[in-house]
Structure formats: C-alpha cells, structure tokens
C-alpha cells in the first residue's frame, strides 16, 4: 500500500504563497481591451519561474499579446514569424512596442487555458473544459497587514487558479500575520484603489466577497500562523482556515479520502509521487508521495 510521508515545517521548501511572476494578456480578444488598469496576469508557478499559467475568456479572431510587465514600452510576447496557432501551439517571439513579433488570434470565442514558457519561446492556448460562464479574472491577489506584503499591490499573496474550475482561486499553506486584508483582482488598477478592482468582505457574511462595494470591509486575522485560502469569483464563496502542516507521520493512503493539490494550490485529479498538498479528514498538511 502506497504510504505518504508528512513533512515537519523544518524542512519545507518554503512558503506556498510567495511572491509569483506574471504576465499580463492584453488586446481586443481579452474582455477590457487594451487598458493596462485591467490587465489580467498569467502567473509563473513555484516549481519553474519560466512557466506562467491562466484561464481567461478569449474573443474568437480577435487580436491579442502578452506583456512582461503592465506598462507599455516593456518586453511584449507575440507569435514568431510566420507563427500560427495551430493545434493549440504557438511559437513565440520577444519585441517592443509592437515589433519583433505578431499578434496572436484563437480562431473561436471561449474560455482558453493560456501556458506561456519564456525559456523556449513557446505557448499553449487550449479550450478549458470549463465554458459555463465567461472567465475575466485569471488570478487574484491578496494585500493588506495580514500579508507578507502588506500594503504594497505589487506584492500581494498571488491566488492561483484552478484550471478545472477556473472561478476558483487558492492561497495554500502561507503564513499571514495578526491583520487585515481585502483581494485585488489585478495589480495596475488595484493600485489606483478603485473599489472596482477589489473583492470585500461582505458585510452580511464574512464567508461571501463584495465586489466594488462603498465600505472598505476586510478579513481579519486574529492569531497569526499558516492558512489555506480559498476564494470562488462566481459564487463570491470565501474559506480561510488554519493550515495544519506540523509534525511527522506515516498515513496509510486507505484511511480517508484525500484531495491532493500541487505546491501552488492547484488540485491533482490522480497525483503520482513527488511532493503534495493534502487535505484529509478536516485537515490539510505538505506531503511526500512515495
């Protein structure tokens, strides 16, 4: 029987919730245009700084690229020359400004898994299985005392997308201090502070998210330690909890149904071995798959 070997918090490979990469999808294909205030981020995940990822509802033969950073005249990503998507692949090419590359199209309207490698100059931009509603958020971002950033946008807690799922979004496993803290929905416009760029604590019910509402409500965290967040855009559901990720224990894998996530809060339908988020029986905790 397969066992999973928990690990001490001694030897972790470091907080879940650092600080990621992005890249920002710009262009009429996206919902908000060109404006840089709204521009989504694709996120780099913790184990390959080369690798960024996000689910976002693209317009069909509309033209679209990929920023290094939210303000014009920068490092842009567009389709090589005489590059195509074709079966969902793309090569890619580095410029400015417009030059050095091509705009890239996706032939129709849909939610689309975007996977960008910078190393190699590659994407992916695939049709997401999820299609019940348009997706115009691929990550959000935690700011406030509670966090290791505090208030600086810039350097809020990233929430990672679930692919499957992409309304919804995880910071597993990071360390929040006594404090408060409310959710941007992109990093330029959430530094103007506009409500419309924030998620609120709602003012009825800590557990729902208030989008753009008047009262700068946040979550409060009362006793600091490590915590699993986990926040849902279309139902505006909202869980934070205590993460339990102390100590060192063999578990047999039959005891309880498990739900595995990898390091950046993404769940993995069948997990093979390597190292794992695990929720089990009311309590999640890092793992060894062995």
């Known amino acids: 029987m397969k066992k999973i070997y928990t690990l001490a918090a001694a030897v972790m490979l470091g907080a879940i919730g650092a600080q990621a990469g992005q890249l920002f999808v710009v262009g009429e294909a996206t919902q908000y245009g060109w404006s840089l205030d709204d521009a989504q981020a694709l996120l780099s995940t913790p184990e390959n700084d080369n690798i960024y990822t996000g689910t976002l509802y693209l317009n069909g033969e509309q033209e679209f690229k990929i920023l290094a ?26 410029g400015t400004n417009d030059e050095g590359y091509g705009k890239i199209k996706v032939a129709e309207d849909g939610n689309y898994l975007i996977t960008v490698d910078t190393k190699s100059l590659s994407a992916t931009i695939v049709k997401s299985v999820y299609q019940e509603s348009k997706v115009i958020y691929s990550s959000l971002f935690m700011v406030g005392s509670a966090t290791a950033g505090s208030w600086s946008v810039d350097n809020g807690t990233p929430m990672y997308q679930n692919p499957d799922d992409p309304c919804e979004f995880s910071a597993m496993d990071i360390e929040l201090n006594e404090g408060t803290f409310k959710i941007a929905n992109t990093l330029k416009g959430g530094g103007t502070w506009n409500g419309k760029y924030w998620f609120f604590r709602n003012a009825d ?84 798959l062995k």
């Open 69 to 94: 950073s939210y303000e014009w005249g920068g490092t842009e990503y567009g389709a090589a020359p005489d590059a195509s998507l074709t079966d969902g692949k793309i090569t890619l090419a580095s």
């Open 205 to 288: 019910n800590e557990n729902l998210m208030a989008l753009d509402q008047p009262d700068d409500l946040q979550w409060s965290i009362v006793a600091p330690g490590n915590y699993n967040v986990v926040a849902n855009t279309a139902t505006c559901a909202i869980s934070i909890k205590p993460a339990d990720n102390t100590g060192i224990a063999d578990i047999e894998a039959g005891e309880a149904p498990a739900e595995y996530f990898n390091l950046q809060g993404i769940r993995v339908e069948n997990p093979s071995a390597g190292l794992y988020i695990v929720r089990r029986g009311g309590k999640t905790f890092k793992a060894l």
